[in-house]
């Protein structure tokens, strides 16, 4: 099996207003039966098959804006996906077309084209190829919903509330032995923009409300699952000074964090998101152009590989919005159950040459987990500290591996005991920077 869960038995990766369920850098899939790679569109060919209207005016809208704006507005962020750069060099070899067009979609032909277990309905446990209840249909489809009712339909009664939209692979196949993702999905909820120019602050229909602006990097943030990317964490304090209403580290939020705060912020993307999609899918000069870290996580006797632990690589001049990060042994073969792979390896890809960077490690916020989980520990493991490795890292020019540094290598001794063996998080204890959890948008 591939591991990676979700209540509904998918990929589907919700943001929501209230603390909820909802996903380090690099792919929301990994082919842990085989190889322990990334799953991904092959080739990074893309095709998506939007709700459309077929000439009635009134279909395919979301929320105010027409059928035609929201396709527009879709195309427009997956431009923004496959067109990142670098430090001036473009990272992604992505080609995303506009496929056949779904027609109008609502809750009475929804199980046509999105793949759910209806309710009352009883669907399959979830096994390859992942697809439950209902549809299996050769496209990717994305779907506007006007007014929440399928998204009411498919995430319970009320969720239209607070699902802003949900999204990610429903379907992967082998092909000469590489597994790759075939079919996405993505709902967006158009009830969070269904007000009408000058409506009254008191209007029913700003119950909920978000700005257009707002909506898009909601959007955007579906969008990256819908391509396979997973969630990240790296400056969650900066996350948390922000709902505290500090807003002097904003710029600082990536994109692909599990707590939706800023849409407009996350709209513009952090290194961390940049790489990630380059380790889906690298251009021909990423791999020539940048470094790459690679180190091995242990337990406390500096012998067990030690599973489940962020790993972060921050520019020394400017550490906050030049970091990337990586989840040790996510990238594993086998059983991950209770984080118990022993299985510690991380890879930082995306390091400039000539820049001198740091390594820390910490916890995953013991608040990601179900929908919120990052791979491959689902509870967070604990037991250990945060820290930070001794010295600096860099390299002279592109293509380099980097295993060691001014003063140590880049394996990585934690205080991680090595008689505690369960998953979870140490017996109860929290992450040192446990937030206001799930992936929710704050307004």
């Not at 990717?140 to 999204?167: E, H, W």
């Not at 999609?277 to 012998?303: K, R």
């Not at 010295?391 to 001794?413: A, L, M, P, Q, W």
């Amino acid at each position: 099996m591939i591991r990676k869960t979700t209540t509904l038995g998918l990929f589907l990766v919700a943001f929501v207003f209230r603390i909820s369920p909802a996903w380090p850098a690099g792919p929301i899939l990994v082919d842990n039966e085989t190889t322990g790679a990334p799953v991904m569109f092959q080739s990074g060919n893309v095709t998506f098959n939007p709700e459309t209207s077929d000439g009635n005016s009134a279909a395919g809208k979301l929320g105010r804006l027409t059928n035609e704006e929201a396709i527009g507005l879709v195309t427009e962020l997956f431009d923004d996906w496959k067109n990142m750069t670098l430090a001036g060099v473009g990272v992604a070899s992505l080609n995303v077309t506009q496929g056949k067009g779904l027609g109008n979609v609502d809750q009475t032909n929804v199980k046509n084209h999105f793949s759910y277990c209806p309710p009352g309905e009883n669907c399959p446990d979830e096994s390859s190829p992942f697809v439950t209840g209902s549809a299996r249909s050769g496209q990717s489809p994305i779907i506007f919903d006007g007014d929440g009712s399928i998204t009411d339909l498919i995430q319970g009664q009320g969720a239209s509330n607070d699902v802003l939209g949900f999204a990610g692979p429903r379907l992967v196949q082998r092909v000469g032995g590489v597994l790759y993702i075939s079919e996405s999905q993505a709902v967006l909820n158009g009830k969070f923009v269904d007000c009408p120019t000058g409506a009254a602050a008191k209007d029913s229909c700003q119950t909920p409300e978000v700005a257009v602006e707002a909506f898009k990097g909601a959007i955007f943030h579906e969008l990256g699952h819908f391509l396979g990317l997973d969630h990240v964490q790296v400056n969650l304090a900066s996350a948390n000074k922000l709902l505290a209403g500090d807003a002097t580290e904003a710029a600082a939020i990536p994109t692909m964090l599990p707590l939706y705060i800023d849409g407009q912020q996350q709209l513009s993307p952090h290194e961390d998101d940049i790489v990630s999609l380059a380790l889906l899918y690298p251009s021909s000069s990423f791999p020539d152009s940048f470094c790459t870290i690679q180190g091995v996580v242990y337990e406390s006797d500096g012998t067990t590989e030690f599973q489940g632990v962020n790993v972060i690589a921050r520019n020394v001049a400017n550490g906050l919005n030049e970091s990337v990060s990586f989840v040790s042994g996510a990238f594993y073969t086998g059983s991950a159950a209770s984080c118990n792979a022993k299985q510690g390896a991380y890879t930082l890809r995306g390091i400039v040459p000539g820049r001198s960077y740091s390594i820390e490690i910490e916890r995953i916020s013991s608040t990601f987990t179900g929908g919120s989980s990052i791979e491959p520990c689902d509870p967070p493991i604990g037991g250990f500290d945060s820290q930070k490795v001794e010295g600096s890292f860099s390299c002279s020019k592109g293509g380099d591996v980097i295993k060691g540094g001014s003063v140590t290598t880049t394996n990585i001794i934690t205080t991680k005991k090595s008689s505690t063996t369960s998953g979870g998080s140490g017996g109860g204890e929290s992450s040192d920077d446990d937030s206001g959890g799930g992936c929710s948008l704050i307004p």
